[in-house]
C-alpha cells in the first residue's frame, strides 16, 4: 500500500478536473499536497505528478489560494498550497512568444484581484510565499498589465497595522529592487515615474510616521522590533527608488530623510541589540542599509548631497571605531568602510583626507582591525571550506569586512597613493616583525600584513587576469621572495594552513607581474600543495596552477609545456587524489585544473588516459545519480570531450574505445532523463560521429528514432546540441537514414523549429545539412512543401534573423541544385514571384549576412544566378546589374548589422547562419565545415571566371549592362577581380 495513488483518489483527481470552486475539489487539492510530504517516495513522486497534470486547468491557482485562505485548514498545508503556487506562477506566467499560454486569462484576472488583500491578512510564513508571487507576476506585468497594484498596496498605509504595512513594504522592495540592476531605458523611467507619483509621498509620511513611533515605543521592546523592521524596508526602497536617478521628490525632501538617517545611524537603544553574536539585528540591519544609501548620494549625487555629507561623516567613522569584531557587525562594518571608500574617491571631498594624521588614524582603527584574520574567520576556514573561498576567491555577495577595507585602500591610493603607501608600509613590517618574533602564535599578523600589501600593490584587478594594474611603489618581487615563497617551500603542507593559502593567493593574484623563473619555481611547490587536507588550501593550489596555465603576458603564455613535463606524473596523480580528499569529491576548481592540464599537456596526456579515464566515467556515474554541482559537471564533460579530440587526432580509430566508454553511462543518463547532462551527452556524441570516417554504426542507428521524440525538443536546452547531432548523421550517412525512412520525421523537426522565433535558426541549420548531403531524388517530393513553409513563415513574422538564414538557404539550394532550379521553384509557388525575392530580399538584406562560411554560400549562390541562370538574362534581366552591384557590395562594404526599430529581434548567443556555432562545451565544439572548399576558393575569382564563361553565350551583351547599370567604384572593384583572375569580359 501506498505506492501509488488510490484508484478512488484517481477517480476524484479527474472529477476533480473539471476544477469547480467547492469544497470537495479543495479537500481533494488538500489532500495531494498533504501526500507530497508522505515519506514514501513513490506515493510522493505520485502526488507531485498528479498536481503537475492538473496545473493546465482553469481555475487551479484560485483553488489553490483558496486553500491558503481556508482558517480551518491544517497551517502545513495551507504553507504547501502557498509554495506551490508560487512555484506554479514561476513556472506558469510569463507569456513566452511562440509558446501557448499556461494561464487561463480569467485566472490571471482573479489572481490579481485577490492576491494582495490575501497576502496581507496572512501569517507571515505564507505572507513571505505570497509576496515573492506578487513579485514574479508584478515583473511581468507592472505597471501596463497591472495598474492598480501600487495605489492597492499605498492605501494599507493607513491601516495602522505593521503586519499588513510590513507586508506591502516588502512587496514593494521585492518588486522595485530591479531598478537597481536594469538598463537605463524609456520604459524604465516611465516605470519608476509611474511609481514616485503614486509612492513617494506616502512612503516619507509613513516614514516621518513609524520614527515618531519609534520614540514613542522606545521602552518597548516587542512595538520597537516590528516598527525597526519597517524602517530597514523602508530604507531598502529608498535606496531602490533613487539608485537610477535622484527623482525631483527626493531631493526636494532630502532635509527630511537624511534628517532621519541620521537620527537613526546615533540610535543605541539596548532594547534591540541582539545577544547572538553571528547573527545582525535590527539595529545592525538598519545602520548597513543607511550606510549604503548615504554612500549612494555621496557617489552620485554628491553635489546635491553637499550639505549633508560631514555630519554622515562624522557619525559612520565614530561608528567604525565603536563596532566590535563580532560577526553580527560585518554588513554593518563593511558598508560603513564602503561609504568611506565612495567618499575619499570623490575628488569633492580630498581635504578631508589629506592630513597625514587622518591617513594614520584610518589605517590603525579601520584598515588593520578590519583585515585582521578572526576566530569566526578561521572556523569558517576549517568547518566551510566552502563558503570561506565562496567569499575571498569569488568575492560573492557578501560582504566582507576584509573585501570593504581592501576597497577603502585602493579609494585612498587614487589620489594620496605615496603618503597611504609610506604610512601603511610602516604598518605592514611592524606586523612582519612581531610575526618573526613568534611565528606560530602571530601568524595572524602576517596574514594582514599579505592581506595589506595585496591592496596597497594591486590597483585594478578582475578574476580571469588577477592584478592588472600594479604600484610601482610596492616591489611584488621582493615581497614574494622574503615573504610568500618562505611559505610555499615549507616541507609539511598541513601546517600554517591560512598563510599557505595566503602565499597561494598572492602568486594568483600577481601572475602577470612576477618572473616566468619565479612561476615555474611555483610549479612543483604548488602541485604538492594538491595533497594539503585543508580545503581551501588544496582548492587554491588548483585554481592556482589553473590560472598559470591559462595567463599570459604580452599575447605570450606565462607558463608552456615544456615547463609542466618534468612534473606531469605527479600533478596528474595529485589532482585525480585531491578528489578524495573530504569535502573534494566535486570540486569545481580541481576538474577544471584537470582539465586545462589536459589541454596544455595535449597528446602527451595520451598515455595517462587508459588509467584516468576509467576514473573520470566513476565520477560521471556518480555525479548522474544527483547532479548538484553544475560548474564541476561541466569542466567533466569539458574533460572528457577533450580526452576524445586529443586521441582521436592522432589515431581516428581510437573513436570506438572512446564509444565504449561512453554508451554504457550515457545510455543510463538518457533513459533516467537526467535532464541537467542530456545537452552535454549529445554534444559528446556528435563530437564521437563527427570523428568517424566509416559511415554511422549500428549503435548510433539504434538510438536515432529516439532523438526525434517531440518530448525531447519541448527542453530549450536541447535544441542546438540535437540539431548538431542530426546534422553529423545527414553527413556521416545520409543514404543510411533516407533508407531507414526517416526524411519525414527530419522535416517534422525542422517545420517545428522554422516557426519559432528564437529557433528559427536552427530549423535552417537542419535544412542546409539536408540539402549539402541528402541526394536530391530523397528530397525532391518534398521541397516544394519547404519552400510554402518558408515563405509562410516570412509572411507572418518576418525577422532579420530569419531573412538572413533564408538567404543563405536560397543560395545553397541554388549551388546543390542550380539556379535555374531555385527560380523555377519559387515561381512554381506563385508567377514571378522571384522578382520580388531578388527586389525584397536578396538587393535588400544580403549586406546584413554573417559570417565568413554563409558570405562565401551567399556570394558564390549568387554567382550562380547571375552566370548559370538564363531566366536573370530573360524575364528578370532588370535585375541584373542590381545583383551584381549588390554582390560586390557583399564583397566589399562592411557588414550590415541594423535591425529595424520595430522588430523584436531575439538575441542569441551565436551567429545564425550555416554553422551551427552552438558551443557550450568549448573543447566539443563543432569544426568549421565550409560546404564549399573543395569547388571555390575564391568567390571574387570564381566570379569574374563565371562572368567570362557567360560572355561567350551573350557575346558583347554583358559589358554593355555593366557598363550602362554598375556604379564607378563597383566596376573598379569588378576590374580588380577580372585582373586577378586574369580574364577579361568580351
Same mark, same amino acid.
Given at each position: 500500500?501506498?505506492?501509488?495513488?488510490?484508484?478512488?483518489?484517481?477517480?476524484?483527481?479527474?472529477?476533480?478536473?473539471?476544477?469547480?470552486?467547492?469544497?470537495?475539489?479543495?479537500?481533494?487539492?488538500?489532500?495531494?499536497?498533504?501526500?507530497?510530504?508522505?515519506?514514501?517516495?513513490?506515493?510522493?513522486?505520485?502526488?507531485?505528478?498528479?498536481?503537475?497534470?492538473?496545473?493546465?486547468?482553469?481555475?487551479?491557482?484560485?483553488?489553490?489560494?483558496?486553500?491558503?485562505?481556508?482558517?480551518?485548514?491544517?497551517?502545513?498545508?495551507?504553507?504547501?498550497?502557498?509554495?506551490?503556487?508560487?512555484?506554479?506562477?514561476?513556472? !506558469? =506566467?510569463?507569456?513566452?512568444?511562440?509558446?501557448?499560454?499556461?494561464?487561463?486569462?480569467?485566472?490571471?484576472?482573479?489572481?490579481?484581484?485577490?492576491?494582495?488583500?490575501?497576502?496581507?491578512?496572512? &501569517?507571515?510564513?505564507?505572507?513571505?510565499?505570497?509576496?515573492?508571487?506578487?513579485?514574479?507576476?508584478?515583473?511581468?506585468?507592472?505597471?501596463?498589465?497591472?495598474?492598480?497594484?501600487?495605489?492597492?498596496?499605498?492605501?494599507?498605509?493607513?491601516?495602522?497595522?505593521?503586519?499588513?504595512?510590513?507586508?506591502?513594504?516588502?512587496?514593494? $522592495?521585492?518588486?522595485?529592487?530591479?531598478?537597481?540592476?536594469?538598463?537605463?531605458? !524609456?520604459?524604465? =523611467?516611465?516605470?519608476?515615474? *509611474?511609481?514616485?507619483? #503614486?509612492?513617494?509621498?506616502?512612503?516619507?509620511?509613513?516614514?516621518?510616521?513609524?520614527?515618531?513611533?519609534?520614540?514613542?515605543?522606545?521602552?518597548?521592546?516587542?512595538?520597537?522590533?516590528?516598527?525597526?523592521?519597517?524602517?530597514?524596508?523602508?530604507?531598502?526602497?529608498?535606496?531602490?527608488?533613487?539608485?537610477?536617478?535622484?527623482?525631483?521628490?527626493?531631493?526636494?525632501?532630502?532635509?527630511?530623510?537624511?534628517?532621519?538617517?541620521?537620527?537613526?545611524?546615533?540610535?543605541?537603544?539596548?532594547?534591540?541589540?541582539?545577544? +547572538?553574536?553571528?547573527?545582525?539585528?535590527?539595529?545592525?540591519?538598519?545602520?548597513?542599509?543607511?550606510?549604503?544609501?548615504?554612500?549612494?548620494?555621496?557617489?552620485?549625487?554628491?553635489?546635491?548631497?553637499? &550639505?549633508?555629507?560631514?555630519?554622515?561623516?562624522?557619525?559612520? =567613522?565614530?561608528?567604525?571605531?565603536?563596532?566590535?569584531?563580532?560577526?553580527?557587525?560585518?554588513?554593518?562594518?563593511?558598508?560603513?568602510?564602503?561609504?568611506?571608500?565612495?567618499?575619499?574617491?570623490?575628488?569633492?571631498?580630498?581635504?578631508?583626507?589629506?592630513?597625514?594624521?587622518?591617513?594614520?588614524?584610518?589605517?590603525?582603527?579601520?584598515?588593520?582591525?578590519?583585515?585582521?584574520?578572526?576566530?569566526?574567520?578561521?572556523?569558517?576556514?576549517?568547518?566551510?571550506?566552502?563558503?570561506?573561498?565562496?567569499?575571498?576567491?569569488?568575492?560573492?555577495?557578501?560582504?566582507?569586512?576584509?573585501?570593504?577595507?581592501?576597497?577603502?585602500?585602493?579609494?585612498?591610493?587614487?589620489?594620496?597613493?605615496?603618503?597611504?603607501?609610506?604610512?601603511?608600509?610602516?604598518?605592514?613590517?611592524?606586523?612582519?616583525?612581531?610575526?618573526?618574533?613568534?611565528?606560530?602564535?602571530?601568524?595572524?599578523?602576517?596574514?594582514?600584513?599579505?592581506?595589506?600589501?595585496?591592496?596597497?600593490?594591486?590597483?585594478?584587478?578582475?578574476?580571469?587576469?588577477?592584478?592588472?594594474?600594479?604600484?610601482?611603489?610596492?616591489?611584488?618581487?621582493?615581497?614574494?621572495?622574503?615573504?610568500?615563497?618562505?611559505?610555499?617551500?615549507?616541507?609539511?603542507?598541513?601546517?600554517?594552513?591560512?598563510?599557505?593559502?595566503?602565499?597561494?593567493?598572492?602568486?594568483?593574484?600577481?601572475?602577470?607581474?612576477?618572473? $616566468?623563473?619565479?612561476?615555474?619555481?611555483?610549479?612543483?611547490?604548488?602541485?604538492?600543495?594538491?595533497?594539503?587536507?585543508?580545503?581551501?588550501?588544496?582548492?587554491?593550489?588548483?585554481?592556482?596552477?589553473?590560472?598559470?596555465?591559462?595567463?599570459?603576458?604580452?599575447?605570450?603564455?606565462?607558463?608552456?609545456?615544456?615547463?609542466? +613535463?618534468?612534473?606531469?606524473?605527479?600533478?596528474?596523480? !595529485?589532482?585525480?587524489?585531491?578528489?578524495?580528499?573530504?569535502?573534494?569529491?566535486?570540486?569545481?576548481?580541481?576538474?577544471?585544473?584537470?582539465?586545462?592540464?589536459?589541454?596544455?599537456?595535449?597528446?602527451?596526456?595520451?598515455?595517462?588516459?587508459?588509467?584516468?579515464?576509467? /576514473?573520470?566515467?566513476?565520477?560521471?556515474?556518480?555525479?548522474?545519480?544527483?547532479?548538484?554541482?553544475? *560548474?564541476?559537471?561541466?569542466?567533466?564533460?569539458?574533460?572528457?570531450?577533450?580526452?576524445?579530440?586529443?586521441?582521436?587526432?592522432?589515431?581516428?580509430?581510437?573513436?570506438?574505445?572512446?564509444?565504449?566508454?561512453?554508451?554504457?553511462?550515457?545510455?543510463?543518463?538518457?533513459?533516467?532523463?537526467?535532464?541537467?547532462?542530456?545537452?552535454?551527452?549529445?554534444?559528446?556524441?556528435?563530437?564521437?560521429?563527427?570523428?568517424?570516417?566509416?559511415?554511422? &554504426?549500428?549503435?548510433?542507428?539504434?538510438?536515432?528514432?529516439?532523438?526525434?521524440?517531440?518530448?525531447?525538443?519541448?527542453?530549450?536546452?536541447?535544441?542546438?546540441?540535437?540539431?548538431?547531432?542530426?546534422?553529423?548523421?545527414?553527413?556521416?550517412?545520409?543514404?543510411?537514414?533516407?533508407?531507414?525512412?526517416?526524411?519525414?520525421?527530419?522535416?517534422?523537426?525542422?517545420?517545428?523549429?522554422?516557426?519559432?522565433?528564437?529557433?528559427?535558426?536552427?530549423?535552417?541549420?537542419?535544412?542546409?545539412?539536408?540539402?549539402?548531403?541528402?541526394?536530391?531524388?530523397?528530397?525532391?517530393?518534398?521541397?516544394?512543401?519547404?519552400?510554402?513553409?518558408?515563405?509562410?513563415?516570412?509572411?507572418?513574422?518576418?525577422?532579420?534573423?530569419?531573412?538572413?538564414?533564408?538567404?543563405?538557404?536560397?543560395?545553397?539550394?541554388?549551388?546543390?541544385?542550380?539556379?535555374?532550379?531555385?527560380?523555377?521553384?519559387?515561381?512554381?509557388?506563385?508567377?514571378?514571384?522571384?522578382?520580388?525575392?531578388?527586389?525584397?530580399?536578396?538587393?535588400?538584406?544580403?549586406?546584413?549576412?554573417?559570417?565568413?562560411?554563409?558570405?562565401?554560400?551567399?556570394?558564390?549562390?549568387?554567382? /550562380?544566378?547571375?552566370?548559370?541562370?538564363?531566366?536573370?538574362?530573360?524575364?528578370?534581366?532588370?535585375? =541584373?546589374?542590381?545583383?551584381?552591384?549588390?554582390?560586390?557590395?557583399?564583397?566589399?562594404?562592411?557588414? +550590415?548589422?541594423?535591425?529595424?526599430?520595430?522588430?523584436?529581434?531575439?538575441?542569441?548567443?551565436?551567429?545564425?547562419?550555416?554553422?551551427?556555432?552552438?558551443?557550450?562545451?568549448?573543447?566539443?565544439?563543432?569544426?568549421?565545415?565550409?560546404?564549399?572548399?573543395?569547388?571555390?576558393?575564391?568567390?571574387?575569382?570564381?566570379?569574374?571566371?563565371?562572368?567570362?564563361?557567360?560572355?561567350?553565350?551573350?557575346?558583347?551583351?554583358?559589358?554593355?549592362?555593366? #557598363?550602362?547599370?554598375?556604379?564607378?567604384?563597383?566596376?573598379?572593384?569588378?576590374?580588380?577581380?577580372?585582373?586577378?583572375?586574369?580574364?577579361?569580359?568580351?
Amino acid at each position: 500500500p501506498g505506492a501509488i495513488l488510490k484508484r478512488t483518489d484517481v477517480g476524484r483527481l479527474r472529477n476533480f478536473a473539471v476544477m469547480e470552486l467547492n469544497d470537495t475539489n479543495l479537500q481533494a487539492l488538500a489532500g495531494y499536497l498533504q501526500k507530497t510530504f508522505c515519506p514514501d517516495v513513490n506515493e510522493r513522486r505520485a502526488a507531485e505528478k498528479f498536481l503537475e497534470s492538473v496545473e493546465g486547468n482553469q481555475n487551479y491557482p484560485i483553488l489553490l489560494l483558496h486553500l491558503v485562505d481556508k482558517a480551518d485548514a491544517d497551517i502545513t498545508v495551507r504553507v504547501a498550497a502557498a509554495i506551490t503556487f508560487k512555484n506554479y506562477i514561476k513556472r !506558469n =506566467w510569463r507569456i513566452v512568444e511562440d509558446e501557448p499560454n499556461k494561464v487561463h486569462e480569467p485566472d490571471r484576472l482573479a489572481v490579481k484581484r485577490e492576491i494582495v488583500g490575501l497576502m496581507l491578512r496572512m &501569517p507571515e510564513q505564507i505572507q513571505r510565499q505570497l509576496s515573492d508571487a506578487i513579485t514574479i507576476i508584478g515583473r511581468e506585468d507592472f505597471p501596463s498589465k497591472w495598474p492598480d497594484l501600487v495605489n492597492e498596496m499605498v492605501t494599507k498605509f493607513q491601516s495602522g497595522d505593521f503586519h499588513v504595512i510590513n507586508g506591502v513594504l516588502r512587496t514593494a $522592495h521585492s518588486i522595485f529592487k530591479r531598478y537597481r540592476h536594469e538598463f537605463k531605458s !524609456n520604459e524604465l =523611467w516611465t516605470e519608476i515615474k *509611474y511609481v514616485l507619483d #503614486s509612492f513617494a509621498a506616502p512612503l516619507m509620511e509613513l516614514f516621518k510616521a513609524t520614527m515618531e513611533m519609534a520614540n514613542k515605543y522606545a521602552a518597548d521592546p516587542t512595538a520597537l522590533k516590528v516598527i525597526f523592521s519597517s524602517l530597514i524596508l523602508i530604507a531598502k526602497i529608498f535606496y531602490s527608488l533613487n539608485f537610477q536617478d535622484l527623482p525631483e521628490f527626493f531631493e526636494d525632501n532630502m532635509q527630511t530623510w537624511m534628517t532621519g538617517f541620521h537620527t537613526l545611524l546615533q540610535v543605541d537603544n539596548k532594547l534591540l541589540m541582539t545577544d +547572538d553574536e553571528g547573527e545582525a539585528g535590527c539595529l545592525e540591519l538598519i545602520k548597513s542599509q543607511i550606510c549604503d544609501n548615504v554612500a549612494l548620494y555621496a557617489q552620485k549625487y554628491d553635489e546635491e548631497f553637499q &550639505p549633508y555629507l560631514p555630519q554622515f561623516v562624522t557619525a559612520i =567613522w565614530h561608528l567604525l571605531i565603536t563596532t566590535g569584531q563580532q560577526v553580527k557587525f560585518d554588513l554593518l562594518v563593511s558598508n560603513a568602510i564602503g561609504f568611506l571608500a565612495s567618499v575619499c574617491e570623490r575628488p569633492h571631498y580630498k581635504h578631508l583626507f589629506e592630513d597625514p594624521s587622518t591617513l594614520s588614524s584610518i589605517c590603525e582603527k579601520v584598515i588593520i582591525p578590519n583585515m585582521e584574520f578572526r576566530d569566526s574567520d578561521q572556523e569558517l576556514f576549517e568547518d566551510d571550506p566552502e563558503e570561506y573561498i565562496r567569499r575571498d576567491l569569488e568575492g560573492s555577495d557578501i560582504d566582507t569586512r576584509r573585501r570593504a577595507a581592501c576597497d577603502l585602500v585602493r579609494g585612498l591610493c587614487k589620489f594620496f597613493e605615496g603618503p597611504v603607501i609610506q604610512t601603511f608600509s610602516a604598518y605592514v613590517a611592524a606586523m612582519l616583525a612581531e610575526h618573526a618574533k613568534h611565528p606560530a602564535q602571530n601568524w595572524r599578523k602576517k596574514d594582514a600584513a599579505i592581506y595589506l600589501v595585496t591592496s596597497l600593490a594591486s590597483k585594478a584587478q578582475t578574476a580571469k587576469l588577477g592584478s592588472t594594474q600594479a604600484s610601482e611603489l610596492v616591489n611584488l618581487t621582493d615581497f614574494f621572495t622574503n615573504h610568500i615563497a618562505t611559505e610555499l617551500q615549507a616541507s609539511n603542507v598541513n601546517e600554517q594552513a591560512v598563510l599557505r593559502a595566503d602565499a597561494i593567493k598572492y602568486v594568483t593574484t600577481f601572475r602577470t607581474h612576477l618572473s $616566468h623563473e619565479h612561476l615555474k619555481a611555483c610549479l612543483p611547490l604548488l602541485v604538492s600543495h594538491l595533497c594539503a587536507e585543508s580545503g581551501v588550501v588544496h582548492t587554491y593550489a588548483a585554481h592556482c596552477l589553473e590560472r598559470l596555465f591559462t595567463a599570459k603576458v604580452n599575447g605570450k603564455p606565462v607558463i608552456i609545456k615544456a615547463d609542466v +613535463d618534468p612534473i606531469t606524473v605527479p600533478l596528474l596523480t !595529485n589532482l585525480f587524489n585531491a578528489f578524495a580528499l573530504p569535502g573534494s569529491q566535486e570540486n569545481e576548481y580541481v576538474m577544471k585544473t584537470v582539465l586545462r592540464t589536459f589541454s596544455l599537456l595535449q597528446e602527451s596526456v595520451i598515455a595517462f588516459l587508459p588509467t584516468l579515464l576509467p /576514473k573520470l566515467m566513476e565520477k560521471l556515474a556518480a555525479v548522474s545519480k544527483n547532479p548538484s554541482k553544475p *560548474y564541476f559537471n561541466h569542466y567533466l564533460f569539458e574533460t572528457l570531450g577533450l580526452a576524445t579530440r586529443i586521441t582521436c587526432k592522432i589515431n581516428h580509430t581510437a573513436v570506438t574505445s572512446f564509444e565504449e566508454a561512453f554508451f554504457p553511462p550515457f545510455q543510463e543518463i538518457l533513459q533516467q532523463d537526467v535532464q541537467e547532462f542530456i545537452p552535454y551527452v549529445f554534444q559528446i556524441m556528435s563530437l564521437l560521429l563527427e570523428i568517424r570516417t566509416d559511415g554511422i &554504426p549500428e549503435s548510433y542507428m539504434a538510438l536515432f528514432p529516439h532523438l526525434l521524440m517531440p518530448v525531447l525538443w519541448e527542453r530549450s536546452g536541447n535544441i542546438p546540441p540535437l540539431v548538431r547531432l542530426l546534422q553529423a548523421y545527414l553527413q556521416k550517412g545520409a543514404q543510411t537514414v533516407a533508407a531507414a525512412e526517416k526524411i519525414p520525421s527530419i522535416l517534422g523537426v525542422f517545420q517545428k523549429l522554422i516557426a519559432s522565433k528564437a529557433n528559427d535558426h536552427e530549423g535552417f541549420y537542419l535544412l542546409d545539412s539536408l540539402i549539402e548531403h541528402m541526394p536530391e531524388a530523397n528530397l525532391s517530393s518534398y521541397m516544394k512543401q519547404i519552400f510554402l513553409l518558408l515563405f509562410q513563415r516570412l509572411q507572418s513574422s518576418k525577422t532579420t534573423k530569419f531573412i538572413k538564414s533564408l538567404l543563405v538557404f536560397f543560395c545553397l539550394y541554388s549551388i546543390k541544385y542550380s539556379a535555374s532550379s531555385l527560380v523555377q521553384m519559387v515561381d512554381g509557388i506563385q508567377p514571378k514571384m522571384f522578382g520580388m525575392v531578388l527586389e525584397k530580399l536578396f538587393l535588400q538584406d544580403i549586406q546584413k549576412v554573417s559570417g565568413h562560411t554563409e558570405r562565401k554560400i551567399c556570394a558564390v549562390g549568387m554567382t /550562380k544566378l547571375l552566370t548559370d541562370c538564363p531566366a536573370m538574362m530573360e524575364e528578370y534581366q532588370t535585375h =541584373w546589374t542590381p545583383l551584381l552591384q549588390a554582390l560586390i557590395g557583399l564583397f566589399e562594404l562592411p557588414e +550590415d548589422d541594423s535591425v529595424p526599430d520595430d522588430e523584436h529581434f531575439i538575441e542569441i548567443e551565436d551567429t545564425p547562419g550555416y554553422q551551427t556555432a552552438y558551443s557550450r562545451l568549448v573543447f566539443s565544439g563543432k569544426s568549421d565545415h565550409d560546404p564549399l572548399t573543395a569547388t571555390v576558393a575564391e568567390p571574387k575569382i570564381f566570379l569574374a571566371q563565371s562572368l567570362h564563361k557567360l560572355c561567350a553565350t551573350y557575346v558583347g551583351k554583358i559589358p554593355v549592362m555593366i #557598363s550602362s547599370g554598375l556604379d564607378a567604384k563597383a566596376t573598379q572593384y569588378l576590374q580588380s577581380y577580372l585582373q586577378a583572375a586574369n580574364v577579361a569580359l568580351m
